[in-house]
T-cell receptor
Framework: EAQVTQNPRYLITVTGKKLTVTCSQN?????MSWYRQDPGLGLRQIYY???????DKGDVPEGYKVSRKEKRNFPLILESPSPNQTSLYFC????????????????FGEGSRLTVL | AQSVTQLDSHVSVSEGTPVLLRCNYS??????LFWYVQHPNKGLQLLLK??????LVKGINGFEAEFKKSETSFHLTKPSAHMSDAAEYFC????????????FGDGTTLTVKP
């Protein structure tokens, strides 16, 4: 079954304690992206990756890091979490064509709800 | 630059009545437009997409949307609401570039009353 898998689904942590949210897709997609969802703000892009070892900032990258060492995995790293990073996080990958790595047709994981105390 | 405006943050309908969720967009490129649905505690799922083919697009679960370039709109409709349609809906515009940045609207919460 085609899917995007995120872990953990729920996490409560404390300010400054490094954490990683993993994301894995089994569809061989080149393009992957992280979003955060906050009430009334829709989804905002944190980072995206066009392929292995190719990453770029989205709209709200401050306080986050990513890596893309393998095609299927795109972890999100919070080196020193702060309470304003309390949010619902989504990983997504995109169906590609020969002309566009991101066609906009996104496949989402089920989300990771993070609370930073 | 591109942007999306969902004109209603909340819509409430009775079961069996029509649904209309409104979306206006702006884009410097020929846009691709999407509607996604998010049920509680779930990820987003693609409902339908417009990618410069037919302007009336049919999606899953009886939903449709019509691309109107002159009005820069992409409204989502369904003739008859079902209880299971209660969810949050997002209108999304995607640039016609290789990276294809996706810009999300703020979402519309659909409530369906029995």
């Amino acid at each position: 079954e085609a899917q995007v898998t995120q872990n953990p689904r729920y996490l409560i942590t404390v300010t400054g304690k490094k954490l990683t949210v993993t994301c894995s897709q089994n569809m061989n997609h080149e393009y992957m992206s992280w979003y955060r969802q906050d009430p009334g703000l829709g989804l905002r892009q944190i980072y995206y990756s066009m392929n292995v070892e190719v990453t770029d900032k989205g709209d709200v990258p401050e306080g986050y890091k990513v890596s893309r060492k393998e095609k299927r995995n795109f972890p999100l790293i919070l080196e020193s979490p702060s309470p304003n990073q309390t949010s619902l996080y989504f990983c997504a990958s995109s169906l590609s064509t020969h002309r566009r790595l991101n066609t906009g047709e996104l496949f989402f994981g089920e989300g990771s709800r993070l609370t930073v105390l | 630059a591109q942007s999306v405006t969902q004109l209603d943050s909340h819509v409430s309908v009775s079961e069996g009545t029509p649904v209309l969720l409104r979306c206006n967009y702006s884009s410097s490129y020929s846009p691709s437009l999407f509607w996604y649905v998010q049920h509680p505690n779930k990820g987003l799922q693609l409902l339908l997409k417009y990618t410069s083919a037919a302007t009336l697009v049919k999606g899953i679960n009886g939903f449709e949307a019509e691309f109107k370039k002159s009005e820069t709109s992409f409204h989502l409709t369904k003739p008859s609401a079902h209880m299971s349609d209660a969810a949050e809906y997002f209108c999304v515009v995607s640039e016609d570039t290789n990276a294809g940045k996706s810009t999300f609207g703020d979402g519309t919460t659909l409530t369906v009353k029995p």
